[in-house]
């Protein structure tokens, strides 16, 4: 099922929501792949100039030992040194906050930041660390057995179906 | 005590036997009648032999029973309980004992720990050169009286020619039988596998074909200067197999034998380096395994042995090169042959023959045959009676062996020596 | 386990033993996972948690302070725990069997053991002898195979030349008793390599090499011909005195790579040593030293590449889904 959500407007949502930090002149990174997709149109919403950052949390799962390395892992690339700066961080979905943890370790073994921002463009339920998104594009009310999606970069859908046993 | 043997194919290659017959064994162990009883025969037991076959105890001309020296891998006690077991009422021992036989006291010694087990005979082979080592003869004419029942350098290459011939010319005055394993040493060298493609691909340092050859040309021609009779031990090549069909249609008096395990494996066999296929001489190519059974029809090849070398655990739990070579062969050597027949081959008189009445002429001893007032060492089996070879129901105390897990043909269910039963299988 | 120990039912790697068997989708994953770890080492923090709490044990029965350091800070760029143990020659002369070695180890709790031994077949053996969830990475066994310097010398080559299926490669050198070369071309076979060609006196190549899919020359002239990659194998000394090869002169004479042999081959031709080299004897210090000399990054993809390796036979050992986000 396709669910109807207009992602243009959560992510303009989200948008207004972020412009406030524009003063603190922060550096934006997204999560692969879905979080980089929506960073791009964030990053260019906001007019930002510094080259968009996008991590790879691969190696810095959780669940490496049960479920092993990710074929399609990409390299992360943080193409501005990240130590003071105030991140952006941009993921497509914000579920149990165990893929937010991962990207967290994964900045700090790239520099010290001075502070993180966590955009989502959708939040549900089911949160298992104590994590929380600043910035939201929607919030979707699912079954614990559903799953969603992104898909991109163009166009970007969202799917949203039942889990795989 | 006399004891008859009743209804079972008997085949006596020997005496151009194979028929159902009956035996008749007299109280001193010899052959009384054959169909029928003697006048006056008693039989004190008697042993039902229908649909099985009543052959010749098993000769088996190259068997390793590490004592003494090498107890830790099996004894004299331990390798003549698995002979019997497996239908063999003589087995040829090497001399590359330790002490090595080249002494009379030796190889009487080798004999009398036989005698006292009562089970299999054993008629050692003489060392060729004193110690071993190629360079002085040894007491052969002695170690004729003392038993031995050929002369050899086992796997210990005689690099000076001139005393491989003096050793064939004296060996030769008193019509005594050489024992060569064509093996030039230097091209041998570390080689563990046959050079080739397997060899390539596996990394391990090959044997090439001409380690065989070139000592198999120089032995032959010492063979034609000096007159002496010669068996080659454990041809693995099919050049070779060429070699010796040339030189006997030559009329040179030579023969020779090949492993039970040569006519059935070769290098494709030892597969992600199983170690129970390293070997020496190593498993050869295909064509070459072809050629080995090829030349056992045609007589070119006269036997087959198991080579028998039973190893610790230890021995064969290492890197392929530092493996110890050597297969535990007593068990599988008639049902191997037997195969040969399955596959057919051979017919079944001549594959029991060729573990038998030819490995018994090589060396002059009065068996493997069943002809009146001949030694009763006979060896009874179920002909077709499918079994596996399970590692821990083998009773070598060496379990080393490639064919652990498959499913053999024939089994052994009766072996006498000297009219005595000494195994019987539980058939219950 | 499939009957060659590498891997699972699912076709995933689970041990490290040889190229030989392993399908062309493995070894790309290798590579591209590598292409991932390579920014690992360009950052300042060079670190990792993927092997956590894991123990790696550096067993090299045979010595060698280049691979073992390789494989070291790998492990440990991994934030695993690494074991250095070099037990060579004086447990084989107390008796202890490699089995035994192994049966020590493994019972303080081991998680992966990299082996290197001077005798084919040794990573097999402990492969066969280890419980399953025991991984094994094959750092090098006698002549048979050094699966991971094949990768690595792939990955480098991927780098420079893009496309396998378009280049001519050249391996120059002892084949005879060279693990690296039978590894390179098992691998750069599969890897859809057209033309892989092997350049050395008869002495030194190996009976059947034919088979492995490669044409031999033994004229190097010929060999470079149109080659993209040239790769050189070190001469070990001592095959002078196995009556193997002359002299050291003739040698580099005929088969040593100046920079005149090296222009017979394509001008962009790349060339690569797994070394240490010996200079002078297989190669010149111009051309090693030269701009066609891609042995530096060799050394770097090296620690990129098993890094690779030891993540993809160390993850998922259970089956199972991807946890939540």
């Not at chain 1, 790239?110 to 921002?117: E, F, M, V």
């Not at chain 2, 079972?8 to 009883?37: M, T």
């Not at chain 2, 098993?58 to 099996?74: I, M, N, Q, T």
């Not at chain 2, 079944?348 to 069943?370: C, E, F, N, R, Y």
Request: charged share 25%; net charge negative.
């Amino acid at each position: 099922m396709t669910e109807r959500i207009d992602i243009d407007a959560a992510i303009a949502h989200m948008a207004d929501a972020l412009r406030p930090l524009l003063s603190r002149n922060p550096l934006m990174v997204g999560i692969h792949s879905g979080g980089v997709w929506i960073a791009q149109r964030l990053h260019q919403s906001l007019g930002l100039t510094e080259p968009l950052g996008a991590l790879d949390i691969s190696f810095y799962r959780d669940d490496f030992t049960r479920v092993g390395i990710n074929p399609q892992v990409k390299a992360s690339e943080l193409p501005v040194n990240i130590d003071d700066r105030h991140i952006i961080l941009v993921d497509d979905v914000l579920h149990t906050g165990r893929t937010i943890r991962a990207a967290m370790n994964e900045l700090f073994d790239y520099g010290r930041p001075a502070s993180i921002t966590l955009a989502v463009l959708i939040r549900r339920e089911g949160r298992e660390l104590p994590i929380q998104a600043d910035a939201i594009g929607t919030t979707l009310d699912l079954a614990p057995n559903q799953r969603v999606k992104l898909t991109g970069p163009d166009p970007l859908e969202l799917r949203i179906g039942e889990a795989r046993r | 005590m006399g004891l008859q043997i009743r209804g079972g194919r008997l085949i006596d290659p020997a005496n151009d036997v194979d028929r159902v017959a009956d035996l008749f064994i007299d109280n001193d162990g010899f052959v009384a009648a054959v169909d029928k009883a003697p006048d006056g025969f008693h039989a004190d037991r008697v042993i039902d032999a229908s649909g099985r076959v009543v052959c010749p105890g098993l000769v088996d001309l190259r068997a390793r029973l590490r004592e003494p020296g090498l107890e830790y891998k099996a004894t004299i006690e331990s390798e003549t309980h698995a002979a019997v077991a497996a239908g063999i009422t003589t087995l040829v021992c090497p001399p590359d004992t330790n002490p090595v036989i080249d002494t009379p006291a030796m190889a009487q010694m080798i004999q009398q720990r036989a005698w006292r087990f009562g089970l299999s005979f054993i008629h050692p082979l003489g060392a060729l050169t004193r110690g071993l080592e190629g360079a002085q003869l040894s007491d052969m004419e002695s170690l004729d009286e003392a038993g031995c029942v050929g002369f050899t350098n086992a796997h210990e290459a005689i690099r000076d020619t001139l005393v491989l011939r003096r050793a064939m010319e004296y060996a030769a005055s008193f019509d005594l039988t050489v024992f060569l394993h064509p093996e030039d040493p230097w091209l041998l060298g570390a080689g563990c596998v046959h050079e080739g493609e397997i060899g390539t691909r596996l990394g391990l340092p090959g044997i090439p074909e001409a380690a065989e050859t070139v000592a198999l040309a120089r032995d032959l021609a010492l063979i034609e200067q000096t007159g002496v009779r010669a068996h080659f031990c454990q041809l693995s090549s099919a050049r070779s197999v060429a070699m010796v069909a040339e030189a006997k249609s030559r009329g040179l008096p030579v023969t020779a034998d090949v492993t039970a395990h040569h006519l059935h494996l070769t290098e494709h066999d030892i597969g992600f380096f199983d170690t129970m296929c390293h070997v020496i001489p190593p498993l050869r190519s295909l064509r070459d395994r072809d050629a080995l059974r090829d030349g056992l029809v045609q007589g070119t090849i006269d036997i087959v042995c198991s080579d028998h070398q039973p190893h610790e655990p230890d021995a064969k739990l290492a890197p392929f090169s530092e493996s110890e070579p050597g297969i535990s062969g007593l068990e599988t050597l008639l049902p191997l042959t037997l195969q040969l027949v399955d596959e057919g081959i051979l017919d079944l008189a001549g594959a029991i023959a060729a573990i038998t009445s030819k490995p018994a002429d090589v060396i002059s001893v009065d068996t493997g045959h069943l002809g009146i007032g001949a030694n009763a060492d006979v060896c009874i089996f179920d002909l077709q009676q499918r079994w596996i070879l399970k590692r821990e129901e083998m009773h070598s105390r060496g379990h080393n062996s490639p064919f652990v897990g498959r499913e053999l043909n024939g089994q052994v269910t009766h072996t006498l020596v000297g009219g005595q039963v000494v195994y019987e299988r539980d058939i219950s | 386990m499939s009957a060659d120990m590498q891997l699972d039912d699912k076709g995933r790697l689970r041990n490290f033993l040889t190229i030989e068997g392993l399908p062309r989708e493995t070894l790309l994953e290798i590579l591209d996972t590598a292409e991932s770890f390579v920014s690992v080492g360009e950052r300042e923090i060079k670190k990792v948690p993927l092997l956590r709490g894991k123990t790696v044990v550096n067993l090299f029965f045979e010595a060698s302070t280049r691979t073992r350091t390789t494989f070291e800070i790998a492990a440990k760029r991994l934030s695993a725990d690494v074991i250095n143990l070099n037990p060579g020659v004086s447990s084989t002369r107390k008796g202890e069997t490699v089995l035994d070695t192994i049966d020590n180890l493994e019972a303080m709790r081991t998680d992966l053991f990299v082996v290197r031994h001077s005798h084919s077949g040794a990573a097999y053996l402990i492969a066969k002898h280890l419980p399953p969830h025991v991984r094994l990475i094959n750092a090098g066994d006698g002549r048979h195979a050094h699966p991971t310097q094949a990768m690595l010398d792939c990955f480098t080559i991927r780098r420079y030349k893009k496309d396998f299926s378009a280049i001519k490669v050249a391996i120059v050198g002892d084949i005879l008793h060279s693990r690296v070369a039978r590894s390179l071309i098992h691998a750069l076979r599969t890897l859809g390599v057209p033309e892989v060609r092997v350049v050395a006196p008869k002495t030194l190549l190996p009976t059947g090499v034919d088979a492995l899919g490669v044409t031999t020359f033994h004229n190097l002239y010929e060999g470079l011909e149109e080659v993209d990659v040239i790769v050189m194998l070190r001469l070990q000394r001592e095959r002078m005195e196995g009556a193997l090869i002359p002299s050291e002169q003739e040698y580099f004479r005929v088969y040593g790579l100046t920079p005149e042999k090296l222009s017979i081959a394509k001008d962009d031709a790349i060339v690569m040593h797994p070394g240490p080299m010996n200079r002078g004897l297989e190669i010149d210090s111009v051309v090693a030293d030269g701009p066609q000399s891609v042995i530096l990054p060799q050394v770097t993809n090296g620690i990129a590449v098993r890094m690779a390796v030891m993540a993809l036979v160390m993850g998922g050992s259970a089956a199972g889904e991807r946890g939540g986000d």
